[in-house]
């Protein structure tokens, strides 16, 4: 999860644990420190799981805060990158459930899904993500998180148990049933049912 | 991806290649690296919008604390007791402002409290109920003698202030008497148990059933013993039959001399022999120790006389140690003592408060200021000259505000200004 190294008053790159002291300490230099270590990973979820079209940015900014705000609820602090791990999904979770409202209410964020502000490499790639996440966006919040840092993210079913605050066996009926539902999903679209075949056929 | 999902699960090969595509598409979305300085810009207004909201919560919860507080404080002092106050009638009459009870020459009053308790006082009897609360009440018995019926009750508190005496009552039958003039306080147990918070006798005195106290602030004695035959009478009563039992002022004597010889009755009353003083004034002639004596005699006579109960001769003696020797200190003081002397006869407070008035216009600072100004205001009121006695309880609570009668003072200006 380490993106980039930072250095504390002794040169050496902070350890996890002591960086939760410091941040406990109000060392003016920790919040940026804790932002240059978590932030990237943090963002990399975010914009995976909610799609193009949103303002990760901010998002991220809101996990930091609340993740400031728990920290004196922090046991372990060896354990900060799970921590701020399972303070993302709490927000993931909200997010997904307020824009699930939205669409209900008519609100539109987003009833349809905005531009893509990725770089995607062509029109049709641009149309299938859009369609991805229009199926995405009819599990449940848990479900589609699951999918996330199981399928996405690459974590075991135990580290998405963690970040996630549930049991390994919850986590893992999660995971499969948002995998299935997505698979249902696919294959009961022609276009993306189509598209996905000639990416497996090409897949050695 | 660096790991996969392994076998053992149920893998969705569409699901893969949709996490594969989409994480492709989606790519690295690290924040930007001026996120960091807007996190860290956002923290701090954070921390001092939660400083905020800590100091304002921490006024709130002050301030409706204090609000709580004021509201239970005056709902405790309202007009009407609360439900677990008690309350107190007086002769089956609303008690006057101020607790005040004077019990004319003929009669006794009875005060009938809410949970049973009964005080009865005897004729001529003063006293006050200082404060009425959940658990009894404390009343101060200023002069006579009161009966005492407390209904026992769990965490039951009564007490009863006679003169510097203190009464702690838990349950329980008593009579308690106080006389000023002698300074004698007596009381009579006559069942359950009392302790007496005496100033001469040191720690307090355990009273049970049948026994019978009497302290003489004067002689400095203290006397227990099984209640005898005296019971029921009251130590008013005492006093009284004392003072019937002076003499008529006597004619003089065969004077001795014309020049007086010094008798030494300081000496003797300080040896506590009060009766020695008088009986030997009584044999020299009274009305020649009144003309002769020296300031010293003079003044020890007044205060044997006061001490034994002969009233008329300690005025004598003081008005004589007024005439002689006017410019003394001791005059000034004898206006004081004169004051108090003239309370408990026919002619009552008017007598009196002459002598309080003359004393505090001639001792601005002297020992018995506190004592002269607040009996001046409680024969005010016992007169109905309200308006007077107010203005002395304000000029009381101004210069004694922890005095004596500081409370009675404040409860006069209380109800001078509840009363329209």
Redesign the interface.
């Known amino acids: 999860m380490q ?1 980039r190294d930072e250095r504390g008053a002794t040169g050496r790159a902070l350890t996890d644990a002591e960086l939760v002291r410091a941040l406990r300490a109000d060392d003016p230099a920790a ?2 420190l804790l ?2 270590r978590c ?2 990973a943090v ?2 979820v ?3 799981a909610l ?2 079209g949103v303002d ?2 901010d998002l ?2 809101e996990v ?2 609340r993740v ?1 705000v728990r920290l004196p609820s922090l046991r372990d602090p060896a354990a900060l990158r799970g921590f701020v791990l399972a303070v993302a999904m709490n927000v993931l979770k909200w997010e997904i459930r307020r824009r699930w409202v939205g669409r209900k209410m008519r609100l539109s964020v987003t009833g349809t899904l905005p531009d893509i502000e ?3 490499v062509d029109t049709e ?1 641009r149309h ?2 859009r369609r ?1 996440y229009r199926i995405f966006d009819t599990l449940p919040a848990t479900e589609r998180l699951a ?1 996330v840092l ?8 135990e580290e998405v148990a963690s970040a996630l605050s549930v049991s390994t066996s919850t986590a ?1 009926r999660w ?2 049933r ?3 539902k ?2 249902e999903q ?2 009961g679209d022609p276009d993306l049912r189509d598209y ?1 075949a000639a ?2 056929e090409e ?1 050695p | 991806m660096s790991t996969r999902p392994s076998d053992d699960e149920s893998r969705h090969a569409t699901a893969e290649r949709i996490a594969d595509f989409v994480s492709e598409q989606i790519g690295s979305s690290a924040p930007r690296s001026s996120g960091e300085r807007e996190f860290v810009r956002r923290l701090a207004t954070f921390r001092r919008d939660r400083r905020r909201r800590t100091r304002l919560a921490a006024g709130v919860t002050i301030t409706a604390t204090l609000v709580v507080a004021g509201w239970a404080g005056l709902s405790f002092r309202g007009d009407g007791p609360g439900p677990s106050v008690l309350s107190y009638r007086v002769d089956n009459q609303e008690p006057a402002a101020g607790g005040y009870i004077l019990v004319p020459q003929t009669g006794e009053s009875l005060l009938a409290f809410s949970d049973g308790s009964k005080v009865r006082l005897a004729a001529r009897t003063r006293g006050r109920v200082v404060d009425v609360n959940t658990h009894g009440a404390k009343v101060a018995l200023d002069d006579g003698t009161v009966s005492v019926d407390i209904v026992p009750r769990p965490r039951a508190q009564w007490i009863f202030e006679a003169g510097p005496f203190r009464i702690n009552v838990h349950g329980t039958s008593f009579t308690a008497g106080w006389n000023p003039a002698e300074a004698v306080f007596e009381a009579r147990l006559i069942s359950g148990t009392i302790s007496v918070a005496s100033p001469v006798a040191g720690p307090e005195i355990h009273m049970r059933a049948g026994q019978s106290l009497r302290v003489s602030l004067r002689d400095q004695t203290v006397t227990m013993g099984t209640a005898s035959a005296r019971d029921g009478q009251s130590p008013t009563d005492d006093a009284v039959a004392a003072a019937s039992r002076e003499p008529p002022t006597a004619p003089a004597a065969p004077a001795e001399s014309t020049r007086w010889s010094h008798r030494g009755w300081m000496a003797t009353l300080a040896d506590n022999k009060a009766a020695q003083v008088v009986a030997d004034a009584d044999r020299r002639g009274v009305a020649v120790v009144l003309e002769r004596a020296d300031s010293d005699d003079l003044w020890a006579l007044a205060n044997a006389a006061r001490y034994a109960g002969r009233y008329v001769l300690a005025r004598q003696a003081l008005s004589a140690h007024r005439k002689r020797f006017a410019s003394s200190e001791r005059s000034r003081e004898a206006a004081f003592l004169l004051g108090r002397l003239h309370e408990g006869d026919r002619r009552g407070p008017a007598d009196a408060l002459g002598w309080y008035e003359r004393y505090l216009a001639e001792a601005h600072d002297g020992a018995d200021v506190s004592d002269a100004l607040g009996r001046k205001m409680t024969l005010l009121e016992r007169l109905n000259r309200r308006s007077e006695a107010l203005e002395v309880a304000r000029d009381y609570l101004r210069r004694f505000p922890r005095g004596t009668y500081a409370n009675a003072a404040r409860a006069l200006v209380r109800s001078s200004t509840a009363t329209p």
């Open positions: 993106e919040p940026a932002w240059c932030a990237p963002g990399r975010l914009a995976k799609g193009p990760i940015e991220t900014q930091f805060l400031f990725t770089t995607p790639a299938t993500l991805c999918f199981r399928y996405m993210e690459g974590m075991t079913i893992k995971v499969n948002g995998a299935a997505i698979a696919v294959a996905f990416v497996g897949q």
